[in-house]
């Protein structure tokens, strides 16, 4: 089946520090979806990108659906303290399915 | 708004002992409904999604049932739980924008 390879699996950064994570695949996406997971709870969304070459921010986030629409990627600005999580990027495939493909996700450190 | 909510949030239930977590969502109506586990705070594994009441589509085989018995109610359940059946259990929707949004999530442990 398709599959999101999401990297690097963990960083450990300072604050302060930019941080740059992707996802590539094999297979096309119509929507690109970055999530982020604090401990114990669900995955909030962050950015929704839905048209090839879309570049789209929220805050100091920055998300790109990349134009082969196989990729996509997520950068953070001048991390903070409560940057650290897990952030996943979700594919949604062509066809109308109802199913999204998830990346295993990427687990941020941030060191103040 | 639309709202989605998972109860309950943290389970410990024994080895061969029945299980129920419910999901509902509001603000929305005839919304495609999921049931995700996700092991060791990784990797998010589909379970099961409706697209209506009734209609139900398993993505792994394995040892839990889902039912969609009114438009915007998901339940997980399981006749006898196994230790294997512990994780992090997320219940979500899908807007019109094919975006999908989680509820809180339901910590379930089997001993």
Not at chain 1, 54 to 69: D, K, P, V, Y
Not at chain 2, 21 to 26: G, I, R
Not at chain 2, 72 to 81: D, G, M, N, Y
Request: glycine share 10%; charged share 15%; aromatic share 10%.
């Amino acid at each position: 089946g398709q599959q999101l390879n999401q990297s690097p699996q963990s960083m450990f950064i300072q604050e302060g520090e930019d941080v740059s994570m992707n996802c590539t695949s094999s297979s096309i996406f119509n929507t690109w979806l970055w999530y982020k997971q604090d401990p114990g709870e669900g995955p909030v969304l962050l950015i929704a990108l839905y048209k090839a070459g879309e570049l789209t921010s929220n805050g100091r986030l920055t998300a790109q659906f990349g134009i082969t629409r196989k990729d996509s990627f997520l950068n953070i600005s001048a991390s903070i303290p409560s940057d650290v999580g897990i952030y996943f990027c979700a594919g949604g495939l062509q066809g109308g399915s109802e199913k999204l493909v998830f990346g295993k996700g990427t687990k941020l450190t941030v060191n103040p | 708004s639309q709202t989605i909510h998972q109860w309950p949030a943290t389970l410990v239930q024994p080895v061969g002992s029945p299980l129920s977590l419910e999901c509902t969502v509001e603000g929305t109506s005839n919304p495609n409904l999921y049931w995700y586990r996700q092991a060791a705070g990784r990797g998010l594994q589909l379970l099961f999604y409706s697209v209506g009441i009734g209609q139900i589509s398993s993505e792994v085989p394995q040892n839990l049932s889902a039912s969609r018995p009114q438009d915007r109610q998901f339940i997980l359940s399981s006749k006898k739980l196994l230790l294997s059946d512990s994780g992090f259990y997320l219940c979500a929707y899908r807007d019109s924008g094919n975006t999908i949004y989680f509820g809180e999530g339901s910590w379930l442990t089997v001993v």
